[in-house]
């Protein structure tokens, strides 16, 4: 596996994309998640990806804050449509009533930060994928622009 030790990014291998192990808090948890840099595995990355990882990481704690409230906020949206879409002794393990962020942890677990090539270096976007309980097909996730969050949703809105 082809490696780089990167001056803001450290130490990446490719496997479709440039990954590493990474530690987050969410939720009052720390959690092992994947970093990955997207770009051909000739390592050049652009300076958009560049500006929204030192950005991101900078102000990381508020923006993880922030994401921990839209997931709750998403989930408060949408909890009673799957509710009654799932047979009842599968709703309350899938999508049950909570309130809290402290509950909402049972039920996701984050996985990937991506930043994605962008094509438009006047825009940093940052992606979070998380699994959740409720959507396995799909996942959940959160985007971010310019450390703002624009969208939660299904992953693809950062895939």
């Known amino acids: 596996m082809k490696t780089i030790q990167h001056k803001m990014f450290g130490e990446l291998a490719y496997y479709h994309g440039w990954k ?10 720390e959690k092992t ?14 300076d958009a990806q560049v500006n929204a990882y030192h950005k991101f990481f900078n102000d990381k704690e508020r923006l993880l804050n922030l994401a921990e409230d839209a997931i709750l906020n998403y989930y408060l949206e949408v909890y009673e449509d799957y509710r009654q879409r799932l047979d009842e002794k599968f709703a309350d393990k899938m ?38 309980t409720w959507e396995p097909e799909h ?4 985007k971010f622009e310019d450390e703002e969050i624009v969208e939660v949703g299904f992953q693809d809105i950062v895939l």
Do not use: Y
Request: proline fraction near 5%.
């Open 95 to 132: 999508a049950p009533i909570i309130s809290t962020k402290d509950e909402i942890a049972n039920i996701v677990e984050p996985k990937q930060l991506i930043f994605p090539m962008v094509f438009d270096e006047n825009v940093r976007q940052v992606g979070f994928l998380l699994e959740c």
């Open 139 to 142: 996942g959940l996730a959160v």
């Open 33 to 46: 998640v994947t970093l990955n840099i997207e770009a051909e595995d000739d390592a050049e990355f652009e």
């Open 20 to 29: 590493r192990a990474m530690n987050i808090t969410l939720f009052g948890h």
